[in-house]
């Protein structure tokens, strides 16, 4: 449905025939971390998000997972490990 409060005319899923349902009822600004994502769309003076209504929120614990501006890390174990390998050498272990 169609935003009637901070981002006028553009969609958003949290919006009903009861106006917003994001807490608070409005979405809020990006945060500094957010500048240069693909995701931030502006509306008058202020720029949000089109995924996430808090983004202050979504960077509290560390990266934000939908950022397009950032690569998630990828921890790569120096040694990998075949599951099925594994659970055949846990078996053969037992007996
Ligand atoms: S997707 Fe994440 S990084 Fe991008 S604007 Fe939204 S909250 Fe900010």
Known sequence: MQCTTNRPG???G???GKGCGY???TCHPIVESCQG???TVTAGEMVY???YPDPAA???FGPCNFATHI???VKED???INPLKASKRASAKKK
């Open 49 to 51: 998000c089109k995924s």
């Open 23 to 25: 807490s608070g009822g």
């Open 78 to 80: 120096s040694k990998k």
């Open 58 to 60: 979504k960077w509290r």
């Open 14 to 16: 949290f919006m009903s």
């Open 37 to 39: 994502c693909d995701r």
């Open 71 to 73: 690569k998630a890390e």
């Open 10 to 12: 553009m969609e958003c």
